[in-house]
């Protein structure tokens, strides 16, 4: 590993499902149609490399977050 490389990316969103075709398409990044629950009614899923490894993580909005106007975004 490179020291100041990023190790771990999440995509944040309100609907995985709406931008898994582009990101698969574009990217090669897939990820479950279900995410598992999280505490604060979130979801979270890992994403995954066409070859199976994993890319990072991807969080579904709750409805708290929704309702604040949260925007989409990726994180490093």
């Given at each position: 590993?490179?020291?100041?490389f990023?190790?771990?990316?999440e995509l944040?969103t309100?609907d995985?499902?709406k ?5 698969r ?6 990820w ?8 604060n009614?979130?979801?979270?899923r890992?994403?995954?490399?066409a ?8 969080l ?13 975004m990726?994180?490093?």
């Open positions: 590993m490179n020291e100041g990023p190790v771990w990316y944040m309100s995985p499902a931008v898994a075709g582009y990101y398409e574009v990217a090669g990044l897939c479950s149609d279900e995410g598992g629950p999280m505490p009614g979130a979801t979270y890992n994403i995954t490399r070859d199976g490894s994993t890319a990072g993580g991807l579904a909005y709750n409805q708290q977050m929704l309702d604040a106007g949260m925007p989409g990726w994180a490093v």
